[in-house]
């Protein structure tokens, strides 16, 4: 059995835990930072879901392909898909938050 590839080997792990700690005490004041991550978790579980990842991302690579002609062309398109994905998924979230508050309060039968 493998116990060491892609996303557990030791130095990715060490990595993320540094990249943890570098975050853990900063303290953002900024409106938008702050309004963007308290979405965060959501763009992730969105994003990492198979229909999204298969269809969606799929489609919108081979829709741009043509414009990925060379390495700038490519980062710049990358960037842009994925800011899109991350301001649709924000959306999608800000629009579910009060019915997600809502649905928490219900009570259990049984």
């Known amino acids: 059995m493998l116990l060491c590839f892609g996303y557990n080997s030791p130095g990715l792990i060490f990595n993320a835990i540094l990249l943890f700690l570098c975050?853990?005490?900063?303290?953002?004041?900024?409106r938008m930072i702050n309004y963007l991550s308290s979405s965060v978790f959501a763009v992730y579980l969105i994003t990492d879901q198979t229909v999204i990842r298969n269809i969606v991302l799929k489609n919108t690579v081979d829709l741009f392909i043509p414009y990925m002609q060379t390495l700038p062309c490519l980062l710049i398109m990358l960037l842009f898909i994925t800011l899109i994905m991350m301001v649709c998924c924000v959306i999608v979230d800000k629009i579910f938050a009060p019915i997600w508050s809502i649905v928490r309060f219900i009570p259990k039968k049984g």
Request: net charge positive; no cysteine.
């Open 23 to 30: 975050f853990a005490k900063m303290q953002f004041s900024s």
